[in-house]
């Protein structure tokens, strides 16, 4: 079934372990990193357990995606496939599950829990145009070296009448920090380390997993006007929702919750009003691709 969906065949370089491998002509530092990072087996198993399983990230997708059974999906930067792990239960089986990655490791990860792997750069997807019901871009866009890249090749698989969904991505606005804000955010990494949570329990685990994230730094990440400029003129009806990851499908009502205190603190002691919904710490992308 996958073959019918492929570009064309000088995209595809090999198979290794049941992995389709397509070649990326520029490996970028930060498509380095991503691969070493999500390559490590017990790194990125780490980041399986404590990434995107909560409770209020399972109700706000599957609020959005309903049920996808017997739909093409496709998962953009899966990594070990957490999105699949925890809507699966409550979402339905996928005619066909795709899950594109550039860690080989990662993608064995994936492939175990129902994904069909594709290595490839994400800013160049070996796709037709217009096959895919539902795309995913979860965690991803500030993992690569062009945004708005990204967001329009993720955007070009969706058929008509299909869904484009993104999030955890930072909102730029809410990433002002400064001062003795800045250095708040910055006291963090020590904490995590010491804690042992989830990509950072040694100093090069933590160093690694910061190096995938290039557009989560104070003064970057995703803006409205990202996903309006790029997804609009593709055709897409865009809904955007700013939120702090704690009310689950609340999001969609316009509730954004509150942001943890180490969050708001920084935020406050950088000027930023941390009850805004320009501070909510990211958006929530349902584009809906008009028939």
């Not at 691969?35 to 399972?58: K, M, T, V």
């Not at 089986?93 to 490839?120: F, W």
Request: aromatic residues 10%; hydrophobic residues 40%.
């Amino acid at each position: 079934m996958l073959q019918e969906y492929l570009l064309s065949a000088n995209k595809v370089d090999r198979w290794n372990e049941d992995i389709l491998v397509c070649k990326i002509q520029n490996v970028t530092p930060a498509i380095a990193a991503n691969s070493y990072y999500f390559g490590n087996p017990e790194w990125a198993n780490n980041y399986f357990l404590a990434c995107h399983r909560d409770q209020e990230f399972i109700n706000l997708w599957q609020a959005v995606i309903g049920n996808w059974q017997g739909k093409i999906v496709v998962d953009i930067g899966c990594g070990p496939g957490n999105v699949y792990a925890s809507l699966k239960e409550s979402c339905g089986e996928p005619r066909l599950l795709i899950g594109v990655d550039v860690s080989h490791g990662a993608l064995k990860m994936a492939q175990t829990i129902g994904y069909t792997p594709i290595l490839a750069d994400a800013q160049n997807l070996p796709f037709i145009s217009g096959f895919a019901d539902i795309v995913i871009a979860n965690a991803c866009l500030h993992h690569c070296d062009d945004m708005a890249k990204v967001l329009a090749e993720a955007a070009r698989l969706v058929c008509p009448g299909g869904l484009l969904i993104t999030d955890h991505d930072p909102q730029r606005t809410a990433y002002q920090l400064r001062g003795l804000g800045l250095l708040l955010w910055q006291a963090r990494l020590p904490i995590y380390r010491q804690f042992r949570r989830g990509g950072h329990s040694t100093n090069e685990e933590q160093y690694w997993s910061l190096a995938t994230e290039v557009h989560h730094k104070p003064g970057d990440g995703v803006t409205p006007e990202l996903y309006h400029e790029v997804l609009e003129p593709l055709g897409f009806k865009v809904n955007l929702y700013p939120h702090n990851h704690t009310v689950g499908a609340e999001v969609l009502k316009g509730n954004y919750g509150r942001s943890f205190w180490k969050c708001r603190l920084a935020q406050k002691l950088s000027g930023i009003n941390p009850d805004l919904p320009e501070a909510a710490l990211s958006l929530f992308c349902v584009a809906t691709r008009k028939a």
